[in-house]
Each structure stands twice: as C-alpha cells, then as structure tokens.
C-alpha cells in the first residue's frame, strides 16, 4: 500500500512538473503555438499515436480513480470511533454518527435543516452543528432540546459514556412559506364555504 | 496468501477468498439492524456492469490458517450500534466456522454510515 502511495505521489508530482515547465518554457516564448500545433497534427495522423493517446488518457483516469480512493479512504479511516469486541475490533466512522445527527432534524419540526460535523479528541466526542430554525422557534428552548435530544441519541446508538460536547451554530432563520400559504388557504376556504354568509334570516 | 487449502486422502481443497467474504456478508445480512454491507469503488463498478462482487470485505488468512475479516456495514437508523456490531460479529465466526473449518481470530466491523431515506 505504502509503495502505491510514493508511485501516485511521484506521478502527480512528475505530471505537475510537466506542466509547470511547459507553461514556463511557453512564457519564455522557446515553445510557439506552431510547435505545439506541429506536435498535435503529428500525434493525430497516424492510427498508432491516436490509440496510444487513448490509452494513455485512460490509464491516467484509472490511476487517477485509484489514487482518490486510497487518499479517501485513508481519510476515512482516520475519522472513526472505536472499541474492542471479543471477537475484534469495531470501528464507527463519524460520517455515520453525522448522519444519525442530521436525521434528527425529521425529529424536530421548528429544525429545518441541519449539519453536523463530529470531531473526537482527548476530551471526548464534540459536535458542532450549524442549523437553520423555522421563524416561530424559541431559540434557547429549542437549542437546549437539540443538545439533550443529541447527546440521548448518540450515547443510546453508540453506547459510549465518553464525554459529548454539542455545540450549536444557528446559521438562519426562515420563513416558513408553506405554513403560511396553508394558513391563506385556510382562511380563504373558510371564508369561501359559507354560502349567503352575508345575508341575514328574515 | 489468496486461498485457504486443506488437504484430505483425495486431494486438496481450496477456499477462495471471494467464498470467506460471501459468507461474511451473508451473515451480515441476516442480522436485524443492518442495512447492508458497504461498498468500495471496485464493488461498486462490477455491480454497475451487473457482477455481484464482496470485495469491501476484507480478507486476510495468515500462514497458520487464522482468517481475518473486515467488514464494512450500513447500519438501519434507531438500533444500537455496538450490539448490532457485536450480533454480526457472533454470526459471522459462527457460520465461517460452520461452513468452512476455519479458525477465525478477528472479525473486525467497520460502520461506514446509517441508513438514509425514509425515517
């Protein structure tokens, strides 16, 4: 895996070189565009250069896709929580603890949108979520639900009792159209139901 | 190492490491609380061109036949975590043991993510 890694490091880094040196050779006016033209008509003629072309451009999408994927991954593994079994070891990425915070936002209806991002240290697993609240909310009531709600859930699915700070951003406040549009509907129906609602009996 | 092998008085026989991660995913599977087993980009390329593949799991058999097996898993929303982890833990040593002979040393779970979708 490791010697993977210096071959998709030493590529990207020789490729970038490439670049970086034909653009300055460009600049310094050693490469004209008749050249680069020259060099392009050239590796278009024959049937030979054009499939040797095509290959190379997908072998540098594949080393491309692979590279990704090990950076990725690396990344991934590295964001995780975990714990020993008898059997073995239980890592939890903290991509899925993220995804268990954002479905509470299902849970509580003035909670329109949220995103959390979890970090764990030393000091424990600390969430810091950025939300958007519908306009009727009570900030510090609601607020104050979330982190308890948050803090139940995690301790409750992952079964730790490490220590979880939750901090709360609240990003925006929106009107809620649709509740409103509701509410229009609603007077506008019942306004409109009655029939000879103006007229008095006689 | 790619294949564990045991030899009786007939010949030899050999259990690739695709039949290890099949097994291990379908006793992932069986559990209650898991969605399904997480894919990589190669698992996820040969399904679009219509292969099954279990190549997220990994498999590692040492020189003393000792199997060890990663296994990367959706879990459904609302079920704890770690006793589903250990639930799939338990049935898959129970049925690589049963089915293949081997000895197993670690079933390590890795829990790519929870569910999406309908809550």
């Keep these: 895996m490791r010697f993977l890694t210096v071959i998709g490091i030493v590529f990207y880094a020789t490729v970038i070189i490439v670049i970086g040196l034909t653009l300055i050779v460009f600049s310094l006016n050693l490469l004209l565009p008749q050249d680069i033209n020259g060099l392009l008509i050239f590796s278009q003629s024959s049937q030979n250069s054009r499939i040797i072309i095509g290959f190379c451009g997908a072998l540098l999408i594949l080393i491309s896709f692979s590279f990704a994927q090990l950076i990725l991954g690396k990344f991934q593994r590295e964001r995780t929580i975990a714990f020993t079994t008898s059997s073995g070891q239980v890592t939890i990425s903290l991509s899925a603890v993220e995804d268990l915070i954002r479905r509470l936002a299902g849970i509580i209806p003035e909670v329109k949108e949220l995103r959390p991002n979890v970090v764990v240290n030393k000091k424990g697993i600390l969430v810091d979520m950025r939300v958007v609240l519908r306009s009727e909310a009570n900030i510090p009531e609601l607020t104050s639900r979330l982190q308890d709600i948050t803090k139940s859930k995690i301790q409750e699915v992952l079964g730790l009792e490490e220590q979880i700070i939750i901090r709360i951003h609240v990003a925006k406040i929106v009107h809620d159209e649709k509740d409103n549009r509701k509410k229009k509907d609603f007077e506008k129906e019942d306004y409109s139901t009655i029939p000879f609602s103006g007229y008095g009996r006689a | ?119």
């Design chain 2, 1 to 119: 190492m790619n294949r564990d092998e045991s030899r009786n008085d007939l010949g030899v026989v050999r259990i690739h490491k695709n039949v290890i991660s099949s097994i291990s995913s379908i006793a992932a599977m069986e559990v209650e609380g898991v969605k399904s087993v997480a894919k990589n980009l190669k698992s996820g390329l040969l399904e679009i061109i219509g292969q099954k593949s279990f190549s997220a799991i990994k498999v590692d058999i040492s020189k003393n036949e000792e199997v060890k097996v990663e296994v990367p898993l959706i879990i459904k929303y609302g079920y704890n975590i770690p006793d589903v982890a250990g639930r799939v833990q338990e049935n898959v040593r129970q049925a690589l043991e049963r089915m293949s002979n081997l000895s197993v040393k670690d079933i390590n779970i890795n829990v790519r993510g929870i569910e999406r979708g309908q809550q």
